[in-house]
């Protein structure tokens, strides 16, 4: 079985790394744990009042989202290692969109589930900014578990 966990370091993804260590899964498990950051699009008054070159500020945040995605990733891995030693990781932290980005990982790697955390947003801002998880669960050829943490309603 092939599985793309895709997490942020919220509550919402803990709570699919969690759920995903309750599951059985099968002997030789491979699970790709990907972390996904959105790159800046619009620079921000801070920016423009520090008078910073602009591919400085580029460069740090970069370097920034990789290692906190990196910590991200590694602590998951650690997480499902510690629970089932038989599981086969890997690991990447790229930037993208992450609808687009962990969909296209699914497909390139012929993944059989996504496990993805709920966002817990609610209707307004699903119309107004779009669901990773609902578009997941929409446009995804293969199976996609959506964790919720149930005291979280």
Known sequence: MKIVLAIDGSDFSKTAVEQLNRMNLPPNTEIHVINVYEFPTALGPELMATGGSLNN???????????????IISEASDTLKNINKT???????????????????AEEWDADLIVVGSQGQGALSRLLLGSVSQYLATHARCSVMIA???SNG
């Open 87 to 105: 599981l086969t990781i890997t690991t990447s932290v790229v930037s993208g969109l992450p609808k687009n980005v962990i969909l296209e990982k």
């Open 148 to 150: 919720r943490d149930k």
């Open 57 to 71: 500020y580029f460069e740090e945040f970069i370097s920034g989202a990789q290692k906190v995605g990196e910590k």
